[in-house]
């Protein structure tokens, strides 16, 4: 028998406020339906549901990558030729181990409303 191995991770929100210790804390979401366990192959479907209950028809998510980090506190991200989103780097100061977890942000179709989310891991599951 041969056991299948499998990451999960759990989406958050997160919080616009910081706290006392400098960090912006990890938010549930209002949707249930987006607090649960999920498997890292799921991440991309989960973001797509989230994103469109968040922003509605046309909007959308990217995740953060090094080669985004411009060494100046922004996040840019290249949409197309025309287009490009900035925003200011949270990823230290986020109640999360950054090393492990996975940031991305989710916007509005026109770019001009945004949030982070953070797929923060869970463990690994293993089945056979």
């Known amino acids: 028998m041969r056991l299948l191995q499998s990451d999960v991770f759990r989406l958050y929100g997160v919080s616009d406020v910081l706290n006392e210790e400098e960090e912006y804390p990890l938010e549930s979401f209002g949707n249930d339906a987006f607090n649960e ?34 060494g100046k506190g922004k996040v ?9 989103l900035e925003v200011r780097d949270l990823t230290d100061k986020v109640d999360t181990d950054s090393e ?22 869970k463990g ?5």
């Open 37 to 70: 366990d999920i498997d890292a192959g799921g991440i991309d479907e989960a973001l797509n549901g989230l994103a469109d209950v968040t922003y509605g028809n046309g909007s959308r998510w990217f995740e953060i990558t090094d080669d985004m980090y411009d």
């Open 76 to 84: 840019c991200i290249e949409i197309n030729d025309d287009d490009r």
């Open 100 to 121: 492990r977890s996975r940031f991305y942000i989710l916007a509005d179709a026109q770019l001009s409303e945004y949030c982070w989310v953070v797929a923060e891991p």
């Open 124 to 128: 690994t599951v293993y089945s056979g």
